[in-house]
T-cell receptor
Framework: AQSVSQHNHHVILSEAASLELGCNYS??????LFWYVQYPGQHLQLLLK??????LVKGIKGFEAEFIKSKFSFNLRKPSVQWSDTAEYFC??????????????FGGGTRLMVKP | NAGVTQTPKFQVLKTGQSMTLQCAQD?????MSWYRQDPGMGLRLIHY???????DQGEVPNGYNVSRSTTEDFPLRLLSAAPSQTSVYFC?????????FGPGTRLTVT
């Protein structure tokens, strides 16, 4: 079964600091990769996704992620965080080679707190 | 455009009670799914459906039932609530690729 690991459970940064959140998955087949964000009290929103093509994916709000197939990684980055980026971030994977269609497997999440 | 809607937003149950969490989508999506969110564990798939009349179990199906009689609706039933089912429940739908999530139902079982 596929699994997703997010290594940082809690991250605290000051505004304008750079952000990198790690995500590794375990599945050898073809995958689609996602980063979702959950602001306090809200539901999940898609930040960005990778299906194929350029491994460097740009999403909303200045976020980007790089798919490195050889490392089974899909790390999320932002050059300069803002207080409004305080949220929980989830990496997710869906396999194209199982009967569950595009059901997602999520990582455990990373809580980001940005201090003003 | 309503997207994915869920009711209720909050619910408190006593152990042993049953209830149904409602989920509806107006995007004509074939895929629908239920996840539960618990601290430090991300979201875990409970049940999913790839079309009307077709459902299957996810990672944590025990204690939950689903049915999919229409494309739009995908209710989740708790048969006999237990404290371990205290969680936030999210319904999602998708055509192919990106999933759209509902606002969630926060359930507490005492």
């Amino acid at each position: 079964a596929q699994s997703v690991s997010q290594h940082n459970h809690h991250v605290i940064l000051s505004e304008a600091a750079s952000l990198e959140l790690g995500c590794n998955y375990s599945y050898g087949g073809t995958v689609n990769l996602f980063w979702y964000v959950q602001y306090p009290g809200q539901h999940l929103q898609l930040l960005l996704k990778y299906f194929s093509g350029d491994p460097l994916v740009k999403g909303i709000k200045g976020f980007e992620a790089e798919f490195i197939k050889s490392k089974f990684s899909f790390n999320l980055r932002k050059p300069s965080v803002q207080w409004s980026d305080t949220a929980e971030y989830f990496c997710a994977v869906t396999s194209l080679n199982n009967n569950a269609g595009n059901m997602l497997t999520f990582g455990g999440g990373t809580r980001l707190m940005v201090k003003p | 455009n309503a997207g994915v809607t869920q009711t209720p937003k909050f619910q408190v149950l006593k152990t042993g009670q049953s209830m149904t969490l409602q989920c509806a989508q107006d995007m004509n999506h074939e895929y629908m799914s239920w996840y539960r969110q618990d601290p430090g564990m991300g979201l875990r798939l409970i049940h999913y459906s790839v079309g009307a009349g077709i459902t299957d179990q996810g990672e944590v199906p025990n204690g939950y039932n689903v049915s999919r009689s229409t494309t739009e609706d995908f209710p989740l039933r708790l048969l006999s609530a237990a404290p371990s089912q205290t969680s936030v429940y999210f319904c999602a739908s998708s055509g192919w690729g990106e999933q759209y999530f509902g606002p969630g139902t926060r359930l507490t079982v005492t």
